[in-house]
């Protein structure tokens, strides 16, 4: 299945309605919407357009670190999150992290020569790039409420938003957030550990690195042969990275796409900002980037960046909008203890649902062979009554029986 339209060549990619890019699926393409800093994030909708019927709710979903919107997609059609929400009649909008291979557009900087492309956090995705592409959303859509969906990372940007954005905040009738991660003092993935450990990201930043894991049509291609001569090598590398299902719920295959899609791209800064946390282990802040206090170097410290010493974080607490965590007890990156931390940390009457899988690791919400009829219906069923209770139910399809 293809799913992606190239970004403009013009670099001053301005919001748009221009939406007319179909490609195979049922996917949608849209311009490209201009971030703060001049960065444009694509974003990908499943085609929701009905002539002379009411407009459909909308799902906007953001995907994990080191992952793209096609991550949403891999489990294929009647099986994946995504075309199961447009099945049920939402109009779904899949985002893309600035930096990965299909959001790398700017209007003056190019990413394979300036590094101040490169010079954003997962910080900078909560501050501005998620407001601006909902509030695009709204703009094209003309419904004002979302149900948001993040996954990872993507529960991170969206928590983080939702923190400090109150006008983002009114725009969300529910969070579903998926191996959800906000504190990660207790994170046991060996790959990410060790390598925090070793300070690689502070290396790469010293050596002058900008991106870190650049997608390479090459090395995907030889990944994929690679995975499927040795599924069980490459499904051994995701668990040691994200956490096992003792029951093996990677089928071959999949195995196989998604490490035809690895890597897509961030920023080595913004690998920084997860390392820094890790190395932190702090139970109750989430914190922007640290700069540090040296002010002499690159004109760049937390007093000079912040106006304060310390970096400004989060408050968690003052979170209204509903939320819905879906966790595993065998999730190698957000661990029951780490997923506790969050649930503290919130006010009370907002985690409106959790559900906790003893065998999932940090994978099988995305990529479970079990996941589309063990836990999606779930889903779909929450988003549908936050859909209702937000107005937007009229256009909503019953469910199958």
Known sequence: ??????PPADAAC????????????????????RQARHHCRQTHKRDGSRVGLAPRPVAFMQHALMDSSAGW????PGRALALQLADAGFDVWLANSRGNRYSRNHTSLDPDVDAAFWRFTWSDMADYDVPAMVGHVADVTGQQRVVYFGYSQGSMIGLAALASQPALARRISLAVLMAPVAFTRHMTSLPFVLSVKARLDERLLAA????????????SARSMRGCRLLPGLCERYLTSLCGANPRGNLAPEIIELVMGHLPVGTSVMNMALWSQAVRRGSASELLRYDFGSDCSRDGACNRLVYG???????????????????TGDRDAISPPADVALLKAALAPGVLAHHHAEPDYGHLDYELGI?????????????ARTAAAAAGDISALKAPAV
């Open 370 to 382: 079990d996941t589309p009829a063990r836990i999606y219906p779930g889903v779909v069923s929450l």
């Open 73 to 76: 997609l891999l489990l294929g």
């Open 308 to 326: 304060a010493d310390r970096p400004p974080g989060y408050n968690l607490s003052a979170i209204t909008t509903p939320l819905a965590l879906f």
């Open 208 to 219: 002058g690195w900008g991106e870190w894991g650049a997608y390479s049509p090459r090395f």
């Open 1 to 6: 299945m293809s799913l992606v339209a190239r």
């Open 14 to 33: 301005a919001a748009s309605a221009a939406e007319n890019a179909t490609v195979t699926g049922g996917v949608t393409c849209p311009a490209d919407v």
